[in-house]
């Protein structure tokens, strides 16, 4: 494969009929023939920037002319421009070569500082330049063979050998798609390259992934290295797997375990799978909706003894010698709130076996010293005695990696080493036989980059850039002058007024009065907290539109999120998460000036058609296509409309004491779940869910964290919510809350009711008697329902109906068909109905 890597050259007289600009002519010339692309430049204008595009060259040369020497002090404009080009090449990149092409100076007359950085020193006609070509050619040769990681040099040897395969996957190599019309697309789209590495597990050249040796095994030891591990495992199905394999390794059924109730999906997945008993750690909550940390006072011994205690579930479990196995938090939150992961694991260390810190969002944060010990695995921090640690990280959300990229980070305590092979059990478990080989080779990469000084500089950039866009909101602000309005930025109130400043700005300090250090406690709007417990990551930025205060309080006017977010959409800028007042974006290695600063005009003109009301169907024509209803209303008057409608039902509190409430585990998650597969469940109508047991997740969007997992019991504030959301999806079709779990089930006239899947009544009655019953009449088994009421559809993406969905049942008659066809279907044989096997 031939690489695009360009032999950069700098002289001013490159274009000059001079006799330097022959001799420099001549060299680029000599480089051409040996193969190499040659870029020629005049200027040493700004060099800086130049540097920065260091990534795309294999070697510089940096002609210096006599008479650019004034004198020998080594402060010759040259020689400071020299310097500073070079510092900035080496910030990122310390082995690209750099050459010196002079006259008659030598080394004598350049500084120590600059000699060092140097791969050579050229003396014009001194040789011929078709040696000297050959002389550098072979050291950028060398320097771009150095850049490859072990897998992804392996996958391009493969690719270039032209082997014909006969192995899988079968469009050989991409041939089978250049056999019709729209494979043709296909292959012209991904490009060839992509379809000859796609390749499988019978090339032992690139190693085994399900083995971890080869070129494969060698990658992840030194991603392993990099990331400060002491193993590193790549996972091809992204972090939801990641932290499956680490919960099948560590937890079995009927483990006590302790979780964020902030977590993500994957890990009651987890609890779900493993048949653990969780106990769970609260975070705080914001009236904005932003999830906050944990509060310290829960890691406590004593704090999680209690919850184990309280749990109904763990009865005449003795909470004082119980041991948890796993702990397990997310760092950082969806907001960019991170722990310190050193005074955890000091406070669990041996009470704890493992602790897990779902890295998901913050692979970043080991290549900058900004995060000092804000993250799981650090440079020259001590491990925990007993506990073993492990951090699984998204490379493919910050960091280079495609979709599903991501790894397992384990640490060995001091006395506890990980048992590979026990673990490669539980890996095993989660793995494709068949894994993406383009993935692999993008954790390779990924990890590469990241490799100091490259890494550390770009997240420096990534942290540069997310401090400037909060500099420039700032400045906007200031600009239109306290009478009017503008966007937020959720942050500290003191900012550097220049470059990254300091940690100590983003650290959430506890209200100690006096302190030099207390300015920074109530920004965040989470209450008391530790002094240093937590950090916001600042390149995770959540911008806050008016309407809502940090109280909770609705003021007159407003202005909802998701209206600014779906204009955002039609002018081209997509965010990440959408709140009610406040919307997410975040400032990852592959962001760009161009990028925030796009996003910081369409906000201008979001503000600017705000203020005249512009009518929305020139505004949001797409949005309008779809709910005709808003057409002639005004921008302003919309966002009224929403905005008092949250107002009236308050929803911002009802949501945070919705996620506040007590949750009542009734049953195992692992048991709740169970009743799916042995159809032992009901589909319940909401407004009867009070005191009814889940078998499903439910998960309200936004802010997507589950509110019920399996076995836990509806409460009358979630069952509110839920009849509020009901009520609210009606009056404003198109800003609907959108509910993971519930069954979504339209009749034949087109009116739409949700509910529930929960463990079914009877087997409450006999397992539960105190459980609280729903009236029998109306909550049908699932199937029934849906027969009866035509079309099922699951509101949760990972949850299929199991009926026919509303957009394939053509007319009432075939809605009935094939339901009754399914309904069939379902009855076991020998049984009299779903239920039979229980009575
Ligand atoms: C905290 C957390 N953990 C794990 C995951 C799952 O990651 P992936 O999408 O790589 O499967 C996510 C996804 O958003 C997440 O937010």
Redesign the pocket.
């Known amino acids: 494969m031939k690489f695009r890597f360009p032999i950069v050259i700098i002289d001013e007289d490159y274009r000059s009929e001079n006799t330097s600009g022959l001799g420099i002519r001549a060299l680029a010339s000599a480089i051409e023939q040996e193969g190499f692309d040659v870029l020629g430049v005049t200027s040493y204008g700004d060099l800086t920037q130049f540097a920065q595009q260091q990534s795309r060259a294999s070697a510089f040369i940096l002609s210096i002319d006599d008479e650019e020497f004034t004198s020998d002090t080594g402060i010759d404009p040259i020689v400071l421009s020299l310097r500073s080009f070079i510092t900035e090449v080496r910030r990122k990149n310390t082995e690209v070569p750099i050459y010196v092409h002079g006259e008659t100076k030598t080394a004598r007359h350049l500084p120590n500082d600059i000699l060092r950085e140097l791969h050579g020193f050229i003396h014009m006609f001194e040789d011929t330049p078709e040696f000297v070509a050959r002389h550098i050619v072979r050291e950028a040769k060398a320097y771009l063979e150095g850049v490859q990681p072990p897998f992804f040099k392996a996958l391009l040897d493969y690719a270039e050998d032209g082997s014909y395969s006969w192995h899988c996957p079968g469009h050989g190599g991409g041939v089978a798609f250049l056999k019709s019309p729209v494979g043709q697309m296909y292959h012209q789209f991904y490009g060839e390259n992509m379809l000859r590495a796609d390749v499988c597990n019978a090339v032992e050249e690139l190693g085994q992934l399900l083995d971890h040796n080869g070129a494969i095994g060698e990658s992840e030891r030194n991603a392993a290295r990099i990331f400060n591990a002491d193993h590193c495992f790549f996972v091809t199905n992204?972090?939801?797997?990641s932290?499956k394999m680490v919960w099948h390794h560590t937890v079995a059924p009927g483990d006590v375990v302790v979780v964020d109730r902030n977590c993500?999906k994957?890990i009651l997945h987890s609890i779900i799978m493993t048949g653990a008993i969780p106990v769970f750690l609260k975070p705080t909550r914001n009236h904005f909706g932003i999830i906050g940390p944990i509060p310290k006072s829960e890691f406590e011994h004593s704090a999680i003894q209690a919850k184990i205690k309280a749990n109904p579930l763990l009865k005449g479990v003795d909470a004082k010698t119980v041991k948890p196995r796993i702990l397990t938090i997310?760092q950082s939150t969806?907001d960019g709130v991170l722990y310190n992961t050193e005074t955890i694991k000091n406070m669990l260390d041996g009470y704890v076996d493992n602790l897990h810190f779902?890295e998901?969002?913050l692979p970043h944060a080991a290549f900058h010293p900004f995060y000092g010990s804000y993250h799981a695995m650090g440079k020259k921090r001590a491990r925990p005695k007993h506990s073993v640690v492990y951090a699984t990280q998204?490379i493919?959300?910050l960091l280079a990696g495609i979709s599903?990229a991501?790894h397992v980070l384990v640490q060995d305590s001091q006395t506890v080493p990980l048992d590979r092979p026990l673990f490669n059990e539980s890996y095993l478990m989660h793995t494709s036989t068949s894994p993406q080989y383009s993935i692999i080779a993008s954790c390779d990469v990924a990890a590469a980059m990241m490799e100091p000084p490259g890494g550390t500089a770009l997240v420096e950039e990534s942290l540069l850039e997310a401090l400037d866009f909060r500099r420039a909101m700032r400045k906007v602000e200031e600009e239109f002058g306290k009478g009017d309005w503008w966007f937020k930025v959720w942050g500290p109130d003191k900012l550097a007024d220049e470059g990254v400043g300091t940690a100590e700005d983003w650290i959430i300090r506890g209200d100690t009065k006096g302190s030099k250090k207390s300015g920074n406690t109530k920004w965040h709007g989470f209450g008391p907290l530790a002094d240093g417990f937590n950090m916001l990551d600042p390149i995770k930025s959540t911008i806050v539109t008016p309407g809502l205060n940090l109280d909770g309080k609705f003021d007159k006017t407003g202005i909802p999120a998701s209206i600014v977010t779906k204009y955002l959409a039609e002018h081209g800028v997509v965010v990440e998460k959408t709140g009610l007042y406040s919307f997410f974006i975040m400032f990852t290695i592959g962001i760009t000036k161009g990028r925030w600063n796009t996003l910081l005009a369409a906000l201008q003109q979001f503000k600017d058609d705000y203020e005249k009301n512009q009518p929305m169907w020139r505004i949001l024509p797409e949005f309008c296509q779809q709910h005709k209803r808003y057409e002639r209303m005004g921008l302003r008057d919309l966002c009224q409309h929403v905005h008092q409608l949250y107002a009236k039902y308050d929803i911002a509190r009802l949501t945070t004491e919705m996620y506040l409430s007590d949750l009542t585990p009734a049953m195992k998650p692992s048991d709740a779940f169970a009743h799916i597969a042995q159809r032992r469940t009901e589909r319940v109508p909401i407004d009867e869910l009070e005191g009814r047991i889940t078998t499903s997740l439910i998960t309200p969007y936004p802010p997507g964290i589950p509110l019920l997992i399996p076995g836990e019991v509806f409460n009358k504030k979630i069952v509110d919510y839920l009849k509020f959301s009901r009520e609210f999806s009606a009056l404003s079709p198109g800003f609907e809350t959108d509910i993971h779990g519930l069954v979504e089930i339209e009749d034949v006239d087109g009116n739409v009711s949700y509910f529930a899947d929960c463990v079914a009544e009877v087997e409450v009655a006999r397992s539960k008697p105190a459980a609280k019953k729903a009236s029998a009449q109306k909550a049908l088994p699932a199937p029934t329902v849906a027969a009866k009421k035509g079309a099922a559809k699951s509101k949760g993406s990972a949850k299929k109906a199991p009926f026919p969905k509303p957009a394939i049942a053509k007319s009432t008659r075939a809605i009935k068909e094939r339901a009754d066809a399914q309904t069939d279907s379902l009855v076991q044989v020998g049984d009299t109905g779903p239920f039979a096997r229980n009575v």
């Open positions: 992204g972090t939801s797997t932290n993500h994957s997310t969806y779902d998901a969002w998204s493919h959300k599903q991501s």
